[in-house]
């Protein structure tokens, strides 16, 4: 990573853990990207007063939600008064993340049953090359994108569940839009694992109580983290089918360069 990149800034919440500001990125023309207008997040289910006063301190006025309906009817985001939530489903509802996991049945088990070689890492990996193809992932993707374009006044905060799958594809193809270094959209991606990693110790340890077999352990921390190898197939995919980022989102998500622009001059500076 150059020496003028930066990740995202970590924002301490009593209740989240991957809440981030997008600001201080070197984007196109070597402009950078503003600080206080874009954020991404972990789940607002559980904030605080104290979390609530700081959303608006942070002038957030759009909450996008990119969790299924499920996960939004079960983990409701917290109300916050002056602020319109809108719900963009990354994925389909009902798709499973992991092919071969029948409904119903919890991660554990399936990673029990299965091989449990590897078989976390792939699948997940080849579902992130699915989703880039799935029409209705490229639609959520460009009103998203449309939703940042008109964004005029306060700030756009975009969360799934834990802030880093469906959160990190959006601020991925965000900040490649506005022209980050590669490196740097790498990096602040898989950055993801450091600030969650105290949140994944607790889920494994919490496992652990009931097998203490060390490669399903194993195949639960890696489902619980980010890997390199689903970045680099999402941008592999679309390498190969569209030429780069800015051709994927003018061909497969009708954002034309006109827009791009438009959102290069909304949130850089």
């Not at 990207?33 to 959303?55: F, G, M, N, P, Q």
């Not at 940042?148 to 594809?169: E, I, N, P």
């Not at 601020?171 to 898989?190: F, K, N, P, Q, T």
Request: hydrophobic share 35%; aromatic share 6%.
């Amino acid at each position: 990573m150059s020496q003028n990149q930066t990740l995202s800034q970590l924002i301490k919440f009593d209740s989240t853990r991957n809440t981030r500001d997008l600001g201080g990125f070197v984007g196109d023309g070597g402009r950078t990207v503003k600080y206080k207008k874009l954020y991404r997040s972990d789940h607002l289910a559980d904030l605080t007063d104290e979390d609530k006063s700081l959303i608006k301190t942070l002038g957030v006025s759009t909450v996008v939600d990119l969790r299924s309906t499920e996960e939004v009817l079960r983990q409701p985001d917290a109300s916050l008064d002056g602020v319109t939530n809108v719900h963009m489903p990354i994925k389909p509802d009902g798709k499973k993340l992991l092919r071969g996991k029948p409904e119903g049945e919890n991660l554990l088990a399936w990673i029990i049953r299965t091989d449990k070689h590897g078989k976390v890492l792939k699948t997940t990996t080849d579902q992130y090359r699915t989703l880039v193809h799935h029409p209705h992932t490229q639609k959520m993707l460009r009103l998203f994108l449309e939703r940042c374009l008109s964004q005029r006044d306060g700030a756009v905060l975009f969360h799934c569940t834990a802030g880093k799958d469906r959160t990190g594809m959006c601020a991925a193809l965000l900040l490649s839009l506005l022209g980050v270094d590669a490196e740097a959209v790498r990096a602040d991606y898989l950055d993801s694992n450091a600030y969650l990693a105290g949140r994944i110790d607790e889920i494994v340890s919490w496992t652990a109580r009931e097998i203490r077999d060390e490669k399903v352990l194993s195949e639960v921390r890696l489902m619980c983290m980010i890997a390199p190898d689903y970045f680099d197939a999402v941008i592999d995919a679309v390498i190969r089918q569209w030429g780069s980022i800015e051709g994927y989102a003018e061909k497969a998500l009708d954002f034309d360069s006109a827009k791009i622009e438009g959102l290069r001059e909304s949130y850089l500076e």
